[in-house]
């Protein structure tokens, strides 16, 4: 199904209706999942990602670290509310530059409870036959009111989403990326293996 979320009607929001939707609703989830496919964004809201796209690694790496003890305090308050989060991010090998950097942050998130995989994206070929998997977050595992999220990017920058509610594509949505976290490697094994110790990636660009 999540190959065909893209012609399924939905609820378009902007960004500023997408982050304030969100946020009402992540807070009164007992579970989130998301499912992250593209492998180059754009995120110059980010100083470590600026500094990634314009050349100097170590700084991009050291904000990213610095970025550690606001996630601390974010996943005290993800426990303290009784929430889960879950993440299957698909990669590609050679990692891109965009994922070399975010994989970095996504070890540190995994490291203070975010519950993250990793699947190659040629795992997913024959879904893909016609367009890529979208992004997509679902929140909400047992609540009354679960909601998804067809995450929008123009020019790989988050620019809004398309929202569901119907509760039978729900469910079998987020059945589908349980099925992929559930196949993913754990990126506390993949990050140390395959990505910690490559080389500085090469600019993105701003």
């Known amino acids: 199904m999540l190959d ?20 009402d609703n992540f807070w009164r989830a007992d579970m989130s999942w998301k499912l992250e496919r593209q492998v180059t964004f ?14 100097d690694w170590a700084k991009a790496l050291r904000l990213a670290d610095e ?5 601390m305090e974010h996943q005290r308050e993800l426990d303290r509310c009784g929430i889960v989060q879950r993440r ?4 590609c090998d050679p ?3 965009y994922l070399q950097w975010e994989l970095h942050l996504l070890a ?12 190659p994206v040629e795992t997913i070929a024959h879904l893909e036959t016609r367009t890529q998997l979208p992004e997509v977050v679902v929140l909400g ?10 995450i929008q990017y123009t020019d ?51």
């Open 42 to 55: 754009r995120e110059p809201s980010s100083p470590s990602w600026l500094a990634m796209a314009e050349g």
């Open 156 to 206: 790989d920058v988050l620019s809004g989403a398309r929202k569901f509610t119907d509760l039978d594509l729900i469910d079998t949505c987020r059945r589908e990326i349980s099925d992929h976290w559930q196949r993913g490697e754990d990126i506390r094994r993949y990050f140390p293996r395959k990505i910690e110790r490559l080389p500085p990636p090469t600019p993105q660009g701003v």
């Open 4 to 23: 065909q979320l893209s012609r399924i009607p939905a609820q378009d929001l902007d960004l500023g209706a997408y982050k304030s939707d969100f946020q």
């Open 95 to 97: 990692p891109t530059s």
């Open 108 to 119: 540190i998130w995994a490291e203070l409870g975010e519950q993250i995989r990793i699947l």
């Open 67 to 71: 970025m550690r003890a606001g996630r």
């Open 141 to 150: 595992d047992r609540t009354t009111s679960p909601v998804m999220y067809d």
């Open 88 to 91: 299957i991010r698909f990669i």
